[in-house]
């Protein structure tokens, strides 16, 4: 079966250091890679997707992304996290390599940065 | 960029009573929108893909006479949730596609039934 997985329920970070939040999936094919990110009571806000080319993809608020296909993980990461980073983080995937198909999606991570 | 509407943000209702959704593409057209599920300290759950003038398709489990879908137009779906009951309180979340681009994603409706 299809499937995103986000082993950490919840990470940690101080402020001004790195964070990584994990994703690993479980897909046939060339899939699409996603990660958003949701605050209390809001819709899912995009950070940055992978479709192909440059395993290194750079996002919205200095966020940024490694696709590894041969460990089939698309790692969050950021080099110097912020309290407003404090989010819950779902990495989402597009089975068949295509925005017109329906996204699977992790059960979310939640990010908490202490100052 | 692309933007998705939803509203309203947050309905409280009668047990019994019908809720309606709605979800607008305000500056592009959405020939397919999607709406989802999340429970509390949960991921998403796909409730049906909207197609603009053909019947949505379920995923299973999902009661289509329970939760009615309508994208009659290229920039609206709503979805109806029937004689609502305490269990259908969740918050519920539309998004449109945009083609190769990707997703954008309503800011969610919190529904409570009491």
């Known amino acids: 079966a299809q499937s995103v997985a986000q082993p950490e329920d919840q990470v940690n970070v101080a402020e001004g250091n790195p964070l990584t939040v994990k994703c690993t999936y479980s897909v046939s094919g060339n899939p699409y890679l996603f990660w958003y990110v949701q605050y209390p009571n809001r819709g899912l806000q995009f950070l940055l997707k992978y479709i192909t080319g440059d395993n290194l993809v750079k996002g919205s608020y200095g966020f940024e992304a490694e696709f590894n296909k041969s460990q089939t993980s698309f790692h969050l990461k950021k080099p110097s996290a912020l309290v407003s980073d404090s989010a819950l983080y779902f990495c989402?995937?597009?089975?068949?390599?295509?925005?017109?198909?329906?996204?699977?999606f992790g059960t979310g991570t939640l990010l908490a940065v202490q100052p | 960029g692309a933007v998705v509407s939803q509203h309203p943000s947050r309905v409280i209702c009668k047990s019994g009573t019908s809720v309606k959704i709605e979800c607008r593409s305000l500056?592009?057209?959405?020939?397919?929108m999607f709406w989802y599920r999340q429970f509390p300290k949960q991921s998403l759950m796909l409730m049906a893909t909207s197609n603009e003038g053909s019947k949505a398709t379920y995923e299973q489990g999902v009661e289509k006479d329970k939760f009615l879908i309508n994208h009659a137009s290229l920039t609206l779906s709503t979805l109806t949730v029937t004689s609502a009951h305490p269990e259908d309180s969740s918050f519920y979340i539309c998004?449109?596609?945009?083609?190769?681009?990707?997703?954008?994603f309503g800011s969610g409706t919190r529904l409570t039934v009491v």
């Open positions: 500056d592009f057209q959405a020939t397919t």
């Open positions: 998004s449109a596609e945009q083609g190769r681009d990707g997703y954008t």
């Open positions: 989402a995937v597009s089975p068949y390599g295509g925005a017109t198909n329906k996204l699977i």
